[in-house]
């Protein structure tokens, strides 16, 4: 192989090698200062290490960054998962409405799809088109609709006020639908001279074909709704029923051992259910026709 072939990829390869691993300097450090001791962690972005090392001559850092921990420390673990009982239950509220939203949101949005895509009925584009629309609005626009309706049902302060919305969500819809378009109609017609019926179509036929689509699907609905903050800071008063998203941010400023933990332990999930669901998710977003 010519040198002309193989240095446009060598430099391509090194190239986007250089960029993953920008990316994954944030959660590696996540990782490594989650074990750290707290002396550690506050000698190395603590303004007190840091006037201890100007004071006995040293330069003036802003911070010390460090991939690897002097001495493996649990104890920011502890603090989080044993000490603090708040984690723990904010951290069950956010699986306690982040998994109904992704379920139920998976379930409307997969038969919506399949009206959307394979059946033919007056005014279906134009229809999907509106639905569309609802997606690109922003969450400010329809924040004052969406507190009047959940202020009129009664459900302020309840998770249904989040789990409700997220459900009938119209992002799964456009999703799905541009999975569905690429599955022959060649498929549906061979059932139905079978005898099968759209209810036996959708399950035994295009169900199977989508699998891709809908872990892809759940993948995003689950970052999604796992990292929401306007939700509950507006509809949830009570802090007892607010998720894992709105904890971070109520961790004092001496306390970032304890924030690297619970940083660690808030994506753990997210990067798990990645790992699993990896080559479904990417053959998923690459046939729905999502970029970006």
Do not use: C
Request: no cysteine; proline share 4%; charged share 15%.
């Amino acid at each position: 192989m010519k040198i002309s072939q193989w240095l446009p990829k060598l430099a391509l390869t090194a190239i986007i090698g250089m960029f993953a691993a920008m990316m994954a300097v944030p959660l590696v450090l996540t990782l490594t200062n989650s074990l750290m001791t707290g002396r550690e962690i506050g000698w190395n972005y603590d303004l007190i290490g840091q006037m201890t090392d100007i004071a006995m001559g040293g330069k003036d850092n802003f911070v010390n960054l460090k991939l690897l921990p002097d001495w493996l420390s649990f104890e920011q673990y502890r603090e989080v998962l044993i000490m603090n009982s708040k984690f723990l239950r904010m951290f069950w509220n956010s699986a306690g409405m982040t998994a109904p939203i992704v379920a139920g949101q998976t379930l409307v949005a997969s038969l919506a799809a399949y009206a959307f895509a394979k059946l033919r009925f007056r005014g279906r584009d134009k229809l999907f088109l509106i639905y569309v629309m609802t997606m690109l609005m922003p969450f400010q626009v329809t924040l004052v609709p969406n507190y009047l309706v959940v202020d009129e049902l009664g459900l302020m302060n309840t998770e249904a006020a989040i789990i409700l919305p997220g459900i009938f969500g119209a992002f799964g819809v456009f999703m799905l639908r541009q999975f569905m378009t690429h599955i022959p109609n060649a498929y549906t017609e061979a059932a139905k001279m079978d005898g099968a019926g759209q209810w036996t179509i959708f399950a035994r036929v295009v169900l199977p074909l989508v699998k891709p689509g809908l872990a892809a699907l759940a993948v995003l609905l689950f970052v999604d709704y796992w990292n929401m903050i306007e939700q509950p800071l507006i509809f949830l008063q009570d802090t007892f029923k607010q998720p894992l998203s709105l904890y971070l941010a109520q961790i004092e400023a001496d306390a970032r051992g304890v924030s690297f933990a619970a940083s660690a332990v808030y994506m753990a999930p997210m990067v798990l259910l990645y790992l699993y669901a990896e080559s479904y998710f990417i053959q998923g977003v690459q046939l729905s026709g999502i970029k970006g």
